[in-house]
């Protein structure tokens, strides 16, 4: 039974000429009452319609939408493809073509609207690293030109600024060496070396390296009750670190005064471990969660800056989380605190 919206051009074809053909069977009937001759006339009439229907369908309707679906594929049709145009294409109906059409056109505008976002995420990417450059550099200058006008000569003045300067240039050594990391990460360029180790070893470590930076807000860290227990994970350790220390230096810098930053780590299942740093400090608004692993994306601009850091922390931490085929997310409340968990692979034997 044919269906209405799905003819194909034999069933097209066969309709048409049917519509054709028993009229002019009848008018031949009716001037000239011959059964056979009748029947005969209408075989002739429906074979001839249905062959000439057929064929300036294929040959015009469907060298058209031929065309109409190279230029949607933008190539040079290989010889799967010719198959494709020459066997199976004539026998779509209408409705398929159109919504093969409809479905590229879907495809071509999220694709429009994804390139939008990456240009407007790149815009906002080079304004955001040339004011990480800028601000370093016109520091430098000023305090290099202040030198030469005559404060060099000046012992009160002269290793304040240097010092000053000092620190700016390592500020600039440090964000060049992240935007380096961070290319070669977003590249693939990112050798890791597995190990198995234990997670919370490791943690210690970092605790221990950052706990000058925090006694001076007197914040207290350490490993939350219950996941004490060792659990041992296989993966780069000297990358894990880099990413304890950017998730636990971020808690330290927001953290509130006499606060505390809680590690904790989990076993998922047989395959993973689920690790994870969390704060009672100042919290990430939720219009910002989607973002926060971007390059240079601040919640708080003129606090970050005032702050510190490159802006590349959390987007490295991402790119080496996403290298060990894991994930990394992120859970805040406002005044509440702020939650920064990943996961990893349990060790291999």
């Known amino acids: 039974m044919f269906s209405a919206k799905n003819f194909s051009p034999q069933q097209l074809s066969a309709l048409t000429a049917l519509i054709l053909a028993v009229p002019i069977a009848l008018g031949i009937y009716f001037f000239y009452p011959v059964w056979w001759v009748t029947l005969l006339s209408f075989i002739v009439i429906f074979l001839g319609s249905f ?8 040959k015009f309707v469907y060298r058209k939408i031929k065309l109409i679906y190279k230029l949607i594929y933008q190539t040079k049709a ?4 010719e198959f494709y145009y020459k066997n199976i294409l004539p026998q779509k109906s209408i409705d398929d073509v159109r919504e093969d059409v409809e479905e590229w056109a879907i495809q071509r505008k999220e694709e429009i609207e994804l390139l939008k976002r990456n240009e ?19 520091a430098i200058q000023g305090y290099v030109d202040t030198l030469l006008n005559g404060a060099l000569e000046n012992p009160e003045v002269n290793r304040k600024f240097l ?51 925090a006694d001076e807000k007197q914040l207290k860290l350490g490993i939350k009750k219950g996941c004490e227990f060792p659990l041992t994970v296989y993966a780069d350790k000297e990358k894990i670190r880099q990413v304890l220390i950017n998730l636990i230096d971020n808690a330290i810098k927001y953290g509130k005064q006499n606060g505390e930053i809680e590690a904790s ?8 471990i689920l690790v994870e740093i969390s704060d009672d400090g100042l919290g990430i608004g939720e219009e910002h969660l989607d973002r926060i692993f ?3 994306y601040r919640t708080d601009l003129a606090r970050s800056r005032k702050i510190g850091g490159s802006g590349l922390g959390l987007a490295i931490c991402k790119h080496i989380i996403e290298a060990h085929n894991q994930t990394i997310h992120v859970r805040s409340s406002l005044d509440i605190g702020t939650t920064f968990g990943f996961t990893l692979e349990s060790k291999k034997d």
């Not at 062959?51 to 294929?58: D, K, R, Y």
């Not at 780590?265 to 993973?272: E, F, N, R, T, V």
Request: proline share 1%; net charge negative.
């Open 294 to 296: 971007e390059r240079f």
């Open 120 to 138: 407007a995420y790149r815009k906002e990417f080079l304004q955001n690293l040339s004011h990480e450059l800028k601000t370093p550099i016109f």
């Open 265 to 272: 780590a989990y076993k998922i299942d047989g395959k993973q």
């Open 78 to 81: 290989s010889k799967r493809e």
């Open 163 to 213: 010092s000053s300067t000092s620190r700016n240039i390592d500020r600039l050594v440090n964000l060049a060496d992240d935007l380096d990391e961070i290319s070669k990460l977003e590249m693939g360029q990112l050798t890791l070396n597995q190990t198995n180790f234990i997670i919370q070893d490791l943690i210690k470590e970092v605790f221990e390296s950052l706990a000058i930076k």
């Open 51 to 58: 062959g000439l229907i057929l064929f300036m369908v294929q």
